[in-house]
């Protein structure tokens, strides 16, 4: 089986001017999917290649998936707007490849899931919150040639017509046991963040957040029928981290990066280790982090050690 994971033609806020990274979801599901040997990965990224729909389809075409992802774990670029973009790469992807099955996943998907099938029949399955479980045993059942999918949780999909969502998929507790995101896949050299960070990335180290604040969009990435799911927050340890942070700069030249997690510093010593590692490891990076200011008045005293790292 042959997975293409589809960044369509796309800008950013105008206020970012030139913004440009690796797309999280598909860097981090796509080694998943590459450790476990199910298919063969690749990315098309037409926002970093700078190739507009006509061009996109062409690629498509020639490497003619069995399976299309679209989808992101960030919106750094244009909020829901993005949506239209995934949506409309479904369908032009449907046109011309017509047996290709195409899987939405990520944030405002989760929530969205039967407003998603009914309104786009280019759109096969969405993925309800997080992805790399329920992702497996839908292409281990793609493989197998199932057509009935009513029972794979965390996966929404259509039966006789209707919109059915299997049932609640448990969230991994230990994140470590993920590998390490397939940045190989994509054009490292190619990204840029706010128009001046040249080889620039956005990291996502960690998933949910304990403040559980009532107005936050992320709500939308995880399974509406268990919204504690939001709130279960998980980091990645500091040596997973530090090592993540060795490959993208020693590999791949990476010079800058934004932790985009809504809350990396819940965790006051994951904080300090992580800052230890980067400079017993020698690791020569800028570095930019989300966080809750609660957290933050209390975390003062490490400031110093912050920026030496």
């Avoid at 989808?71 to 011309?96: C, M, P, Q, R, Y």
């Amino acid at each position: 089986m042959k997975i293409l994971f589809i960044m369509p033609p796309m800008g950013a806020w105008s206020t970012y001017g030139i913004h440009r990274a690796p797309n999280q979801l598909y860097a981090q599901l796509a080694s998943f999917i590459r450790k476990k040997k199910l298919a063969e990965v690749q990315v098309l990224d037409c926002r970093a290649e700078e190739l507009n729909y006509e061009q996109m389809i062409a690629r498509v075409k020639t490497i003619n998936p069995d399976v299309v992802v679209l989808g992101d774990f960030l919106h750094s670029t244009g909020g829901a707007a993005i949506i239209w973009h995934f949506n409309e790469t479904a369908k032009k992807v449907k046109e011309v490849l017509p047996k290709t099955k195409t899987i939405v996943a990520g944030i405002w998907y989760s929530a969205l899931y039967k407003e998603t099938l009914d309104e786009n029949p280019a759109i096969d399955f969405v993925v309800v919150g997080e992805p790399e479980l329920t992702f497996t045993e839908l292409i281990e059942n793609l493989n197998a040639g199932i057509t009935d999918f009513s029972n794979v949780a965390g996966l929404a999909s259509r039966s006789n017509g209707k919109v059915h969502l299997g049932p609640h998929r448990e969230l991994i507790k230990d994140i470590d046991v993920l590998p390490l995101p397939a940045y190989d896949l994509f054009p490292m050299d190619k990204y840029v963040g706010h128009t001046y960070w040249d080889h620039f990335a956005e990291l996502m180290t960690s998933r949910g957040c304990p403040g559980g604040c009532s107005f936050c969009y992320e709500w939308s990435q995880y399974d509406p029928r268990h919204p504690q799911d939001f709130v279960s927050w998980r980091i990645h340890s500091p040596k997973y981290i530090a090592d993540e942070l060795d490959l993208l700069t020693k590999k791949f030249g990476v010079k800058t990066i934004v932790f985009q997690d809504d809350a990396f510093n819940v965790n006051r010593q994951t904080v300090e280790e992580l800052c230890r590692q980067i400079i017993k490891r020698k690791i020569k990076i800028n570095w930019v982090i989300l966080g809750r200011a609660d957290d933050w008045a209390k975390q003062i005293d490490i400031f110093g050690l912050m920026k030496e790292a």
